[in-house]
C-alpha cells in the first residue's frame, strides 16, 4: 500500500492544488516501512490525479479539496482522506489506526472543465515519474483558449482547510449529501471500463453539486438507500462530444524521450503557463508523434448499473 500526504516542512500542505510536493510512505502489515518526497512540478489540480497514479499511490491524506480534483482522484482509484492537519507522519500514523475521517469536498471553487491552451511546452511524464521539458516546441495547436486553469485558492478560500458551502446543481433529497455507491460502467458493445467492485472499495462523494459527470449524478442524487438502477448516457451528459482540436501532432525531435513513447501509453504535457494536462499517445511514425487530449471515454455512450449503498445525513 502506498499513502500519499500533501508536503510541506514536515506538514500537511492545506491546498491540495498548490502543493508543490507530496511525502509517499511505503505501508506493508499496517506499519510505515519506507518514506520519500515525490514532488508535483507545475501539475494543475487535476493533473496530479494523474501524477499519484503513476506513482501507484493507493491513498491520499489532504488538507482542501475541490470537487473536480475529486472526481479524478476517484477516476484513478485513489482513496481521498481530506481534511487533515498537523504532521504528515502523525496523519498516516492515525490513519492506519483507524482514527482520520475524510471531509469530503471541502474547497468547492474549481471548475469543472479546464483548457489547456495553445503553444505548450511538450514536457512529459513517463510511467517512471521523470520529467523532461522541451521549451519552445512549436507545437501550438490546442484549442485558441487561454489556459483557465488559474482558479485555485487566491487569497479568498482560508487555506480551504474548513468547509464551505457548495452549490447545488441537481435538486434531489440527495443533494449536497456525502453519499457511497458501487458501480459498474458499460460500453454499448458490453465491454466494462470501470467498476468499483473490481477495486473492492465504494465511490463516495458529494451528489448534486457536479463532482460526478451529469447523468451518473442526476441519476443518484434522488436513489434511495439499497436502489439499484441501471441507466444510460449519452455523450452529452457523460465526457462530453470528441473533440478534434485536442488531438496534436508533434516532431518527435521535438519532444525530449518521444522516441521511446508506445501507442496507447499516457503521459503528461506541459502548456505555457507550466500546466500539466495527460494526454494519450495514439500514433506514431518515424518523425512525428500524435497526443490526444480528449478523455478517453469522449464521444461514447455509457452505461451504468449503481447501488446506493449509504447517504450520510
Same mark, same amino acid.
Given at each position: 500500500?502506498?499513502?500519499?500526504?500533501?508536503?510541506?516542512n514536515g506538514?500537511?500542505?492545506?491546498?491540495?492544488?498548490k502543493?508543490?510536493e507530496?511525502?509517499?510512505?511505503?505501508?506493508e502489515?499496517?506499519?510505515?516501512t519506507?518514506?520519500?518526497i515525490l514532488?508535483?512540478?507545475?501539475?494543475?489540480?487535476?493533473?496530479?490525479?494523474?501524477?499519484l497514479?503513476?506513482a501507484e499511490?493507493?491513498?491520499?491524506?489532504?488538507?482542501g479539496?475541490?470537487?473536480g480534483?475529486?472526481?479524478?482522484l476517484a477516476?484513478?482509484?485513489?482513496?481521498v482522506i481530506?481534511?487533515?492537519?498537523?504532521n504528515?507522519?502523525?496523519a498516516?500514523?492515525?490513519?492506519l489506526?483507524?482514527n482520520l475521517?475524510?471531509?469530503?469536498?471541502n !474547497?468547492d @471553487? %474549481?471548475g *469543472?472543465?479546464?483548457h489547456?491552451g495553445?503553444?505548450?511546452h511538450? /514536457?512529459h511524464h513517463?510511467h517512471n $515519474?521523470e520529467?523532461?521539458?522541451?521549451?519552445g516546441?512549436? !507545437?501550438? @495547436? %490546442?484549442d *485558441?483558449?487561454?489556459?483557465?486553469c488559474g482558479?485555485?485558492?487566491? /487569497?479568498?478560500?482560508g487555506?480551504c $482547510?474548513?468547509s464551505?458551502e457548495m452549490?447545488i446543481i441537481?435538486?434531489?433529497?440527495n443533494?449536497?449529501?456525502?453519499?457511497s455507491?458501487?458501480y459498474?460502467g458499460?460500453?454499448d458493445d458490453?465491454?466494462k471500463f470501470?467498476?468499483s467492485y473490481?477495486?473492492?472499495q465504494?465511490?463516495s462523494?458529494?451528489?448534486?453539486?457536479g463532482?460526478?459527470i451529469?447523468g451518473?449524478?442526476?441519476v443518484v442524487?434522488d436513489?434511495e438507500?439499497?436502489e439499484s438502477?441501471?441507466?444510460?448516457?449519452?455523450?452529452a451528459?457523460?465526457y462530453?462530444?470528441y473533440n478534434?482540436?485536442?488531438?496534436l501532432?508533434?516532431n518527435?525531435?521535438?519532444?525530449?524521450?518521444?522516441e521511446?513513447l508506445q501507442?496507447?501509453?499516457?503521459?503528461m504535457l506541459m502548456n505555457d503557463m507550466g500546466?500539466?494536462?495527460?494526454?494519450?499517445?495514439?500514433e506514431?511514425?518515424?518523425e512525428t508523434v500524435?497526443?490526444?487530449?480528449?478523455?478517453r471515454?469522449?464521444?461514447?455512450?455509457?452505461?451504468?448499473?449503481i447501488?446506493l449503498?449509504e447517504?450520510?445525513e
Amino acid at each position: 500500500m502506498k499513502i500519499a500526504v500533501t508536503y510541506d516542512n514536515g506538514q500537511v500542505f492545506q491546498h491540495f492544488g498548490k502543493t508543490k510536493e507530496f511525502k509517499l510512505y511505503t505501508v506493508e502489515d499496517g506499519k510505515i516501512t519506507a518514506s520519500e518526497i515525490l514532488g508535483s512540478g507545475s501539475a494543475g489540480h487535476e493533473a496530479l490525479a494523474g501524477v499519484l497514479k503513476d506513482a501507484e499511490v493507493d491513498t491520499l491524506i489532504c488538507g482542501g479539496l475541490g470537487g473536480g480534483a475529486q472526481a479524478a482522484l476517484a477516476e484513478m482509484g485513489i482513496k481521498v482522506i481530506s481534511g487533515a492537519t498537523g504532521n504528515t507522519d502523525k496523519a498516516v500514523e492515525e490513519f492506519l489506526a483507524g482514527n482520520l475521517v475524510s471531509q469530503g469536498v471541502n !474547497c468547492d @471553487h %474549481h471548475g *469543472e472543465d479546464h483548457h489547456h491552451g495553445e503553444g505548450h511546452h511538450c /514536457g512529459h511524464h513517463d510511467h517512471n $515519474g521523470e520529467s523532461e521539458e522541451a521549451s519552445g516546441c512549436g !507545437c501550438g @495547436h %490546442h484549442d *485558441e483558449e487561454s489556459c483557465d486553469c488559474g482558479d485555485d485558492c487566491e /487569497g479568498d478560500c482560508g487555506g480551504c $482547510g474548513g468547509s464551505r458551502e457548495m452549490s447545488i446543481i441537481y435538486e434531489g433529497k440527495n443533494a449536497g449529501k456525502s453519499v457511497s455507491v458501487h458501480y459498474t460502467g458499460t460500453l454499448d458493445d458490453g465491454s466494462k471500463f470501470d467498476s468499483s467492485y473490481d477495486r473492492n472499495q465504494p465511490l463516495s462523494f458529494v451528489a448534486g453539486v457536479g463532482m460526478m459527470i451529469p447523468g451518473f449524478d442526476k441519476v443518484v442524487v434522488d436513489m434511495e438507500v439499497g436502489e439499484s438502477k441501471s441507466i444510460h448516457i449519452e455523450p452529452a451528459d457523460a465526457y462530453g462530444e470528441y473533440n478534434e482540436k485536442k488531438v496534436l501532432v508533434a516532431n518527435i525531435s521535438e519532444v525530449p524521450g518521444s522516441e521511446n513513447l508506445q501507442i496507447g501509453q499516457d503521459i503528461m504535457l506541459m502548456n505555457d503557463m507550466g500546466m500539466r494536462f495527460p494526454v494519450t499517445v495514439t500514433e506514431k511514425t518515424s518523425e512525428t508523434v500524435t497526443f490526444d487530449g480528449n478523455h478517453r471515454l469522449a464521444g461514447k455512450a455509457l452505461n451504468f448499473d449503481i447501488t446506493l449503498l449509504e447517504v450520510a445525513e
